[in-house]
């Protein structure tokens, strides 16, 4: 069991920025992928970035490579995701996502909403234009 807490949301002009953390505890074992996913109204779940533990490999959407940065600071148990350059189609409710190493194991996995059992309860990034 992973227990996860997301902040740091909020509502930012287009080409701003936002730093989201997401503060998570519970079995180790079920953190060792751990991702930024996003949802607008209306749409699908999407993956956005990932972080593996394992080897501190990052991966990106193509909607947010080169603008969003995904790290951790292993001391403080939290993810966090970098958003620069922010765009009114980034506005979303933004989700941290955890589980064990098979679901970074492939590219579709990776980002696959169906491969992490464990998510915090979201948090709200609106950007205007």
């Known amino acids: 069991q992973a227990q996860l807490v997301e902040s740091g949301g909020g509502s930012v002009q287009a080409g701003g920025s936002l730093r989201l953390s997401c503060a998570a505890s519970g079995d180790p074992y079920s953190r060792y992928c751990m991702a930024w996913f996003r949802q607008a109204p209306g749409k699908e779940r999407e993956g956005v970035a990932v972080?593996?533990?394992?080897?501190?490999?990052?991966y990106y959407a193509d909607s947010v490579k080169g603008r969003f940065a995904i790290s951790r600071d292993n001391a403080k148990n939290t993810l966090y995701l970098q958003m620069n350059s922010l765009k009114p189609e980034d506005t979303a409710m933004y989700y941290c996502a955890v589980d064990g190493a098979f679901a970074c194991a492939t590219s579709t996995w990776r980002l696959a909403r169906s491969s992490y059992n464990y998510w915090g309860q979201g948090t709200q990034v609106t950007v205007s234009s």
């Open positions: 972080f593996y533990t394992v080897n501190d490999r990052t």
